[in-house]
């Protein structure tokens, strides 16, 4: 019998058609759980909802984020779900476990002053062009890290202004991208996109040296370097989020914003939503009669 968990990612990758970084993902996760499973002599064909609580205790003393927590429990609820369709299981041992609250926190992000001055830090380094392209796209357009390495030069449609994005389970979707962007990343692809290049060819829009696709941990290294100093720790997902916090904050629609994300579900979206004291402000000014 093939493992549980091989059947359940074969599932993923044939039925749902998820990404491989999301089925590492389920992998990595589920991997951890068998692996807490062995040491208490038990296997995935007959853990009980004990073992699960239990293991979600030792991953809060091993002093795991609750968003990393939330994440484990996601991917054991997909494999029981899977496991009882299959009738590998009779019972779902996860079904109705509550998610605590504050697992779902608003992610930290910084100003829109704050974003000017990284995108704006000066540089002296060859590959400066391509990273200050990278710091635009990702705040202009909201991109995920895995987004911006796989984007092709021919999504970027500078008459009308959008980009192409392939996201999540490989779908599609059309985002607008800031004028200030379209220059950069422009001003990228004619003056340093082709030195790395050196006369070979490639699809996609971000290069390393020697002309090789970028890769999420180069990126996620690069926005490190660069965010050094700052008030908070900043990642490429950092960005994002100030994109949408800073939509929300300006007047956007939120199914707008869950449109321009790549969010299946609004329930996602909504995490932005949280009311931050210059959105009271504003609404107090623009609302209240002597604002």
């Known amino acids: 019998m093939m493992d549980p968990t091989e059947q359940f990612l074969n599932f993923l990758t044939v039925e749902k058609g998820l990404s491989s970084n999301t089925l590492e993902a389920y992998r990595r996760d589920i991997g951890k759980f068998s692996v807490f499973l062995k040491k208490n002599n038990k296997k995935l064909i007959n853990f009980k909802r004990a073992d699960i ?74 590959l400066s062009l391509r990273d200050r392209a990278i710091l635009e796209i990702i705040y202009s357009s909201g991109l995920r890290a895995s987004e911006v390495v796989t984007l092709k030069a021919s999504d970027v449609n500078f008459e009308a202004g959008f980009i192409t994005v392939t996201g999540k389970g490989s779908k599609q979707r059309v985002v607008p991208i800031h004028e200030h962007a379209l220059n950069t990343i422009n001003r990228y692809i004619e003056e340093l996109r082709p030195q790395l ?71 996602t979206t909504q995490i932005y939503t949280k009311v931050t004291p210059e959105r009271l402000k504003k609404v107090h000014k623009n609302y209240h009669p002597r604002g």
């Open 53 to 126: 609580l239990a293991f979600i205790d030792q991953m809060r003393n091993d002093g795991n984020q609750p968003a990393t927590i939330a994440r484990n429990i996601a991917a054991l609820r997909g494999l029981c779900r899977f496991m009882l369709m299959e009738g590998i299981i009779k019972e779902d041992p996860i079904e109705n476990l509550l998610t605590p609250k504050g697992w779902k926190r608003v992610p930290r992000i910084i100003g829109t002053d704050e974003v000017s001055s990284l995108i704006n830090k000066p540089r002296g380094k060859k």
């Open 197 to 267: 290049l050196k006369n070979r060819e490639s699809p996609y829009l971000f290069l390393a040296k020697g002309g090789k696709p970028m890769t999420r941990q180069r990126l996620w290294q690069l926005i490190k370097a660069y965010a050094a100093g700052f008030s908070i720790k900043i990642s490429p997902h950092t960005l994002r989020h100030c994109f949408a916090s800073h939509l929300l904050d300006g007047g956007a629609d939120l199914r707008a914003l869950q449109k321009m994300l790549g969010h299946t579900d609004i329930t």
